[in-house]
T-cell receptor, first 110, second 116 residues
Framework: GIQVEQSPPDLILQEGANSTLRCNFSDSVNNLQWFHQNPWGQLINLFYIPSGTKQNGRLSATTVATERYSLLYISSSQTTDSGVYFCAVEPSGGSYIPTFGRGTSLIVHP | EAQVTQNPRYLITVTGKKLTVTCSQNMNHEYMSWYRQDPGLGLRQIYYSMNVEVTDKGDVPEGYKVSRKEKRNFPLILESPSPNQTSLYFC???????????????FGNGTRLTVT
C-alpha cells in the first residue's frame, strides 16, 4: 500500500518562531488532508489540499502532487499550536482507505 | 452545530465482555469510518461505510464489527474484547468518499478504551 512519511517526527519551538512540516507519499493520491491533534486528543481538520496552496491565518499548506509531497507552514507559532500534526492521503485507484502518516509532534514553549 | 458524537469518552472493561461504542453525525454525511490510534502507529482504519447497509473492512478489522442501519449512526461493536484492543478510538465522517469532493473528514472526540 501507499507509504506516508512525515518529518520531522518531533519539533520544539520558541513562541514566535516559524516552522515547516513535511509529508511525503509514495504513490499518486486523490486527496490529502492535514490534521491537528491538540493535547486533549481532538483531531481538527486544517486543510483539504490535493494540490496547490491554501492559507488559513498563520497556517498555510502546499501540495505538489506530481512530486508527491505536501508542506505545512506555521508562522509566528503560539503555545496553542502544540500537539501532533498528521497528514492523510487517499490513494488513487478506488481505495477508500485514507492512510495517515505517523505525525509530527510539536511543542511550542512560551 | 455540525458534529460527530462518540460515546462513551472513556471505557474500562474486562476481557470477553461485549461492548458497543456509538457514533452519530448530524451532517447527513454518506461516508463514516472508525479508526484506532496507538502510540508509534498513528491512526489505522478499522471499518468504513459508504452509505446505509454498505460497510467494508479497513486495515485492521479483526475483532470488530460495525453496522449502518441509519445514515447518521455507525456503532463499533467488540463482541469479545481483548487487551490488545486497548486503544484510542475515533469515528469520522465526510460528505463524499474518504474525504474527496472537497469534503474533509470530521472526527469525533475519541473513546479511550481499556481492556483488562
Amino acid at each position: 500500500g501507499i507509504q506516508v512519511e512525515q518529518s520531522p517526527p518531533d519539533l520544539i519551538l520558541q513562541e514566535g518562531a516559524n516552522s515547516t512540516l513535511r509529508c511525503n507519499f509514495s504513490d499518486s493520491v486523490n486527496n490529502l488532508q492535514w490534521f491537528h491533534q491538540n493535547p486533549w486528543g481532538q483531531l481538527i481538520n486544517l486543510f483539504y489540499i490535493p494540490s496547490g496552496t491554501k492559507q488559513n491565518g498563520r497556517l498555510s499548506a502546499t501540495t505538489v502532487a506530481t512530486e508527491r509531497y505536501s508542506l505545512l507552514y506555521i508562522s509566528s507559532s503560539q503555545t496553542t499550536d502544540s500537539g501532533v500534526y498528521f497528514c492523510a492521503v487517499e490513494p488513487s485507484g478506488g481505495s477508500y482507505i485514507p492512510t495517515f502518516g505517523r505525525g509530527t509532534s510539536l511543542i511550542v514553549h512560551p | 452545530e455540525a458534529q460527530v458524537t462518540q460515546n462513551p469518552r472513556y471505557l474500562i472493561t474486562v476481557t470477553g465482555k461485549k461492548l458497543t461504542v456509538t457514533c452519530s453525525q448530524n451532517m447527513n454525511h454518506e461516508y463514516m469510518s472508525w479508526y484506532r490510534q496507538d502510540p508509534g502507529l498513528g491512526l489505522r482504519q478499522i471499518y468504513y461505510s459508504m452509505n446505509v447497509e454498505v460497510t467494508d473492512k479497513g486495515d485492521v478489522p479483526e475483532g470488530y464489527k460495525v453496522s449502518r442501519k441509519e445514515k447518521r449512526n455507525f456503532p463499533l461493536i467488540l463482541e469479545s474484547p481483548s487487551p490488545n484492543q486497548t486503544s484510542l478510538y475515533f469515528c469520522a465522517s465526510s460528505r463524499g468518499r474518504g474525504g474527496s469532493y472537497n469534503s474533509p473528514l470530521h472526527f469525533g472526540n475519541g473513546t479511550r478504551l481499556t481492556v483488562t
